[in-house]
Protein backbone atom coordinates (compact mmCIF):
# COMPACT_ATOMS: atom_id res chain seq x y z
CA UNK A 1 0.00 0.00 0.00
CA UNK A 2 2.68 2.62 0.87
CA UNK A 3 4.09 1.87 -2.79
CA UNK A 4 0.79 2.43 -4.51
CA UNK A 5 0.61 6.41 -3.63
CA UNK A 6 4.31 6.88 -5.21
CA UNK A 7 3.44 4.59 -7.81
CA UNK A 8 0.19 6.60 -9.18
CA UNK A 9 1.38 9.71 -8.80
CA UNK A 10 4.34 8.86 -11.20
CA UNK A 11 1.88 7.52 -13.79
CA UNK A 12 0.43 10.87 -14.03
CA UNK A 13 3.63 12.30 -14.48
CA UNK A 14 4.25 10.11 -17.07
CA UNK A 15 0.95 10.89 -18.76
CA UNK A 16 1.10 14.16 -18.14
CA UNK A 17 4.35 14.45 -19.88
CA UNK A 18 3.33 11.89 -22.88
CA UNK A 19 -0.24 14.11 -23.28
CA UNK A 20 2.02 17.36 -23.42
CA UNK A 21 3.16 19.21 -26.81
CA UNK A 22 5.39 21.71 -28.04
CA UNK A 23 5.46 24.69 -30.77
CA UNK A 24 6.65 22.88 -33.44
CA UNK A 25 4.22 19.82 -33.12
CA UNK A 26 1.62 22.38 -33.31
CA UNK A 27 3.46 23.92 -36.21
CA UNK A 28 3.72 20.49 -37.86
CA UNK A 29 0.09 19.71 -37.34
CA UNK A 30 -0.71 23.08 -38.79
CA UNK A 31 1.24 22.25 -42.20
CA UNK A 32 -0.52 18.22 -42.17
CA UNK A 33 -3.56 21.12 -42.35
CA UNK A 34 -2.98 23.15 -44.80
CA UNK A 35 -1.56 19.98 -46.88
CA UNK A 36 -4.87 17.90 -46.71
CA UNK A 37 -6.84 20.59 -47.66
CA UNK A 38 -4.82 20.94 -51.16
CA UNK A 39 -5.42 17.36 -51.14
CA UNK A 40 -9.05 17.25 -50.84
CA UNK A 41 -9.16 20.44 -53.47
CA UNK A 42 -7.18 18.28 -55.86
CA UNK A 43 -9.86 15.45 -55.65
CA UNK A 44 -12.69 18.09 -56.05
CA UNK A 45 -11.97 19.41 -58.83
CA UNK A 46 -13.24 16.17 -60.75
CA UNK A 47 -16.14 17.47 -63.46
CA UNK A 48 -18.18 13.92 -63.54
CA UNK A 49 -18.49 12.05 -60.08
CA UNK A 50 -18.22 8.53 -60.39
CA UNK A 51 -17.95 6.18 -56.96
CA UNK A 52 -14.25 6.22 -57.14
CA UNK A 53 -14.03 9.50 -57.13
CA UNK A 54 -16.93 10.05 -54.66
CA UNK A 55 -14.88 7.95 -52.49
CA UNK A 56 -11.39 9.72 -52.95
CA UNK A 57 -13.49 12.97 -51.74
CA UNK A 58 -14.66 10.95 -48.82
CA UNK A 59 -11.64 9.65 -47.83
CA UNK A 60 -9.94 13.11 -48.31
CA UNK A 61 -12.32 15.19 -46.39
CA UNK A 62 -12.02 13.07 -43.73
CA UNK A 63 -8.12 12.35 -43.28
CA UNK A 64 -8.16 16.36 -43.17
CA UNK A 65 -10.96 16.16 -40.79
CA UNK A 66 -8.92 13.93 -38.81
CA UNK A 67 -5.67 16.45 -38.69
CA UNK A 68 -8.00 19.21 -37.83
CA UNK A 69 -8.79 16.87 -34.77
CA UNK A 70 -4.95 16.20 -34.00
CA UNK A 71 -4.35 19.93 -34.35
CA UNK A 72 -6.63 21.05 -31.26
CA UNK A 73 -5.92 18.28 -29.39
CA UNK A 74 -2.40 19.64 -29.50
CA UNK A 75 -2.99 22.85 -28.88
CA UNK A 76 -5.13 21.80 -26.08
CA UNK A 77 -1.99 19.98 -24.56
CA UNK A 78 0.37 22.94 -25.29
CA UNK A 79 3.19 23.18 -22.80
CA UNK A 80 5.01 26.20 -24.53
CA UNK A 81 3.85 30.27 -24.79
CA UNK A 82 4.15 31.03 -27.88
CA UNK A 83 5.97 34.04 -28.63
CA UNK A 84 4.70 37.04 -30.73
CA UNK A 85 6.64 35.71 -34.04
CA UNK A 86 5.57 32.59 -33.83
CA UNK A 87 1.68 33.38 -33.46
CA UNK A 88 2.45 35.57 -36.08
CA UNK A 89 3.51 33.17 -38.14
CA UNK A 90 0.96 30.39 -37.47
CA UNK A 91 -1.76 32.75 -37.98
CA UNK A 92 -0.02 33.55 -41.22
CA UNK A 93 -0.05 30.42 -42.14
CA UNK A 94 -3.79 29.32 -41.43
CA UNK A 95 -4.89 32.81 -43.09
CA UNK A 96 -3.59 31.33 -46.22
CA UNK A 97 -4.89 28.05 -45.67
CA UNK A 98 -8.36 29.37 -45.12
CA UNK A 99 -8.20 31.10 -48.28
CA UNK A 100 -7.70 27.62 -50.18
CA UNK A 101 -11.05 26.25 -47.24
CA UNK A 102 -13.34 28.64 -49.42
CA UNK A 103 -12.27 27.07 -52.76
CA UNK A 104 -13.18 23.93 -51.12
CA UNK A 105 -16.17 24.42 -50.17
CA UNK A 106 -17.35 26.06 -53.23
CA UNK A 107 -16.13 22.39 -54.68
CA UNK A 108 -18.05 20.42 -52.60
CA UNK A 109 -21.39 22.53 -52.74
CA UNK A 110 -20.72 22.21 -56.32
CA UNK A 111 -20.73 18.44 -56.63
CA UNK A 112 -23.74 18.10 -53.78
CA UNK A 113 -26.19 17.38 -56.74
CA UNK A 114 -23.78 15.12 -58.16
CA UNK A 115 -23.50 12.95 -54.87
CA UNK A 116 -27.27 12.98 -55.01
CA UNK A 117 -27.33 11.29 -58.26
CA UNK A 118 -25.11 8.92 -56.97
CA UNK A 119 -27.23 8.04 -53.91
CA UNK A 120 -24.33 8.63 -51.31
CA UNK A 121 -25.36 12.64 -50.82
CA UNK A 122 -25.79 11.23 -46.84
CA UNK A 123 -22.31 9.75 -46.63
CA UNK A 124 -20.81 13.04 -47.90
CA UNK A 125 -23.37 15.28 -45.40
CA UNK A 126 -21.56 13.48 -43.00
CA UNK A 127 -18.32 14.25 -43.89
CA UNK A 128 -18.79 17.78 -43.85
CA UNK A 129 -20.51 17.78 -40.42
CA UNK A 130 -18.00 16.28 -39.13
CA UNK A 131 -15.33 18.65 -40.60
CA UNK A 132 -17.63 21.43 -39.50
CA UNK A 133 -17.78 20.00 -36.29
CA UNK A 134 -13.79 20.32 -35.72
CA UNK A 135 -13.12 22.84 -37.20
CA UNK A 136 -15.00 24.73 -34.85
CA UNK A 137 -12.98 23.10 -31.79
CA UNK A 138 -9.72 24.16 -33.95
CA UNK A 139 -10.84 27.76 -34.24
CA UNK A 140 -11.57 27.78 -30.29
CA UNK A 141 -8.53 26.52 -29.42
CA UNK A 142 -6.43 28.66 -31.99
CA UNK A 143 -7.75 31.69 -30.41
CA UNK A 144 -7.02 30.19 -27.21
CA UNK A 145 -3.19 30.16 -28.28
CA UNK A 146 -3.01 33.76 -29.33
CA UNK A 147 -1.28 36.52 -27.41
CA UNK A 148 -3.43 38.79 -26.43
CA UNK A 149 -1.85 41.25 -29.32
CA UNK A 150 -3.21 38.58 -31.77
CA UNK A 151 -6.66 38.01 -30.13
CA UNK A 152 -7.89 40.49 -32.59
CA UNK A 153 -6.63 38.95 -35.55
CA UNK A 154 -7.48 35.07 -33.98
CA UNK A 155 -11.05 35.71 -33.40
CA UNK A 156 -11.10 37.21 -36.91
CA UNK A 157 -9.64 33.81 -38.68
CA UNK A 158 -11.63 31.61 -36.34
CA UNK A 159 -14.58 33.45 -37.38
CA UNK A 160 -13.82 32.76 -41.08
CA UNK A 161 -13.11 28.95 -41.08
CA UNK A 162 -16.46 28.89 -39.36
CA UNK A 163 -18.53 30.92 -41.75
CA UNK A 164 -17.20 28.91 -44.38
CA UNK A 165 -17.92 25.54 -43.14
CA UNK A 166 -21.28 26.72 -41.95
CA UNK A 167 -21.76 27.42 -45.76
CA UNK A 168 -20.90 24.02 -46.83
CA UNK A 169 -22.85 21.94 -43.77
CA UNK A 170 -25.89 24.20 -44.75
CA UNK A 171 -25.59 23.16 -48.26
CA UNK A 172 -25.04 19.17 -47.37
CA UNK A 173 -27.67 19.66 -43.81
CA UNK A 174 -30.24 22.09 -44.53
CA UNK A 175 -32.03 23.12 -41.32
CA UNK A 176 -29.32 21.36 -39.11
CA UNK A 177 -26.13 23.55 -39.00
CA UNK A 178 -25.83 25.73 -36.06
CA UNK A 179 -24.86 29.24 -36.01
CA UNK A 180 -21.29 30.33 -36.00
CA UNK A 181 -19.59 29.12 -32.72
CA UNK A 182 -20.51 31.29 -30.27
CA UNK A 183 -17.25 31.52 -28.64
CA UNK A 184 -15.78 32.92 -31.32
CA UNK A 185 -17.28 36.97 -32.44
CA UNK A 186 -17.64 37.81 -35.94
CA UNK A 187 -15.57 40.70 -37.13
CA UNK A 188 -15.44 42.37 -40.44
CA UNK A 189 -12.00 39.91 -41.61
CA UNK A 190 -8.76 42.34 -41.34
CA UNK A 191 -5.53 41.38 -41.03
CA UNK A 192 -4.06 37.78 -40.66
CA UNK A 193 -7.25 36.80 -41.86
CA UNK A 194 -8.05 39.23 -44.78
CA UNK A 195 -4.02 38.58 -45.67
CA UNK A 196 -4.93 35.18 -47.08
CA UNK A 197 -4.86 35.46 -50.96
CA UNK A 198 -7.03 32.62 -52.69
CA UNK A 199 -4.26 30.57 -54.37
CA UNK A 200 -4.04 30.11 -58.27
CA UNK A 201 -5.61 32.04 -61.16
CA UNK A 202 -8.38 31.29 -63.29
CA UNK A 203 -8.19 29.52 -66.08
CA UNK A 204 -9.93 29.64 -69.27
CA UNK A 205 -12.79 26.98 -68.49
CA UNK A 206 -13.53 29.22 -64.83
CA UNK A 207 -12.12 26.40 -62.66
CA UNK A 208 -9.04 27.96 -60.43
CA UNK A 209 -5.72 26.62 -60.77
CA UNK A 210 -4.43 26.12 -56.87
CA UNK A 211 -0.50 25.78 -57.43
CA UNK A 212 0.40 29.31 -56.20
CA UNK A 213 -1.72 29.54 -52.86
CA UNK A 214 0.66 26.88 -50.78
CA UNK A 215 3.86 28.63 -51.52
CA UNK A 216 4.62 31.22 -49.19
CA UNK A 217 6.03 32.01 -46.64
CA UNK A 218 4.82 29.17 -44.76
CA UNK A 219 2.79 27.11 -47.24
CA UNK A 220 2.49 23.70 -47.29
CA UNK A 221 3.19 23.29 -51.07
CA UNK A 222 7.09 23.40 -52.06
CA UNK A 223 8.35 24.83 -49.00
CA UNK A 224 5.90 23.77 -45.90
CA UNK A 225 8.78 23.79 -43.57
CA UNK A 226 9.01 27.67 -42.57
CA UNK A 227 6.96 26.53 -39.51
CA UNK A 228 9.69 24.45 -38.35
CA UNK A 229 12.47 24.99 -35.76
CA UNK A 230 16.09 24.11 -36.57
CA UNK A 231 18.88 23.72 -34.21
CA UNK A 232 22.14 25.78 -35.12
CA UNK A 233 25.63 24.16 -34.71
CA UNK A 234 25.71 25.90 -31.27
CA UNK A 235 22.79 23.79 -30.12
CA UNK A 236 20.34 26.78 -29.93
CA UNK A 237 16.99 26.96 -31.59
CA UNK A 238 16.15 29.07 -34.26
CA UNK A 239 13.31 29.89 -36.64
CA UNK A 240 13.46 28.91 -40.11
CA UNK A 241 11.27 30.59 -42.65
CA UNK A 242 11.29 29.64 -46.58
CA UNK A 243 13.13 31.61 -48.38
Known sequence: MKLAIPLSASLLVLASIIAASSLNDVKKDIIAIDTSVDNLYQHSQVQSLNYFTGLAIREAADSLTANIKTGAECVQHLDEKPT???ANLILSTLGKTEGKVKLVVDQMIRLKPQFEKLGVVGIAAQSVGAFQ?????????????????E???AVQLAASFNKEL???????????????????????????????????????????????GASGDAGAGN?????????SRHGHKQDEQSA
Do not use: W
Open 84 to 86: DKD
Open 133 to 149: TETKSFANQLVKLAPAQ
Open 151 to 153: QKA
Open 166 to 212: KRCNDAYNPGASTAANPGVRSAPVTGGASGAQQPGATDGSGARAYGG
Open 223 to 231: KPHGLLKRR
